[in-house]
């Protein structure tokens, strides 16, 4: 019976290994870069804090889709940008990346059903710098994906 056992846990533990490799294969080399350094930070920060359990990650590029992600967690309101507000927003970042760099988000949704949100600054494919704070949300069962 502990052979057994031991080998289930083996299978899931491989399982969620390869699922953690395919999921990550489909992200941008700067997007794996700013996801690896957040959760590389965040587990040194929080040791002992809840487990990640799912996230998205968003280019500086991607604004629009991370205040849609912030908004439907409950994390900010929503709000109405003029074309103009819009168009400054976008100019500001294509000048980022023109200068060859970005600013990740990634959105972590965690074990104990609350989130916190990671700031990853890169400039290539190197990351510069990371910030991690929680999310006060509205709805703490909401997922950064919409289901």
């Known amino acids: 019976m502990p052979l057994i056992i031991a080998g289930v846990i083996a299978v899931l533990v491989v ?22 350094a957040c959760e590389s930070h965040y587990k040194s920060e929080f040791p002992n804090g809840p487990g990640i359990i799912g996230g998205d990650v968003y280019s500086a590029s991607e604004w629009r889709d991370l205040d849609a992600a912030l908004v439907r967690l409950g994390a900010a309101r929503e709000t109405t940008l003029t074309g103009e507000e ?38 290539g494919d190197s990351v510069t710098a990371v910030t991690i704070s929680q999310l006060e949300t509205s709805d703490p069962s909401a997922s950064p994906s919409p289901s």
């Open 15 to 36: 399982g969620g290994a390869i699922t953690t490799h395919l999921i990550r294969a489909d992200l941008s080399p700067q997007k794996r870069a700013a996801a690896d």
């Open 86 to 123: 819009a168009s400054a927003k976008d100019d500001a970042v294509a000048v980022l990346v023109s200068g060859g760099g970005d600013t990740m988000t990634v959105i972590w949704q965690r074990n104990d059903e609350s989130h916190a949100q990671c700031v990853a600054t890169l400039k």
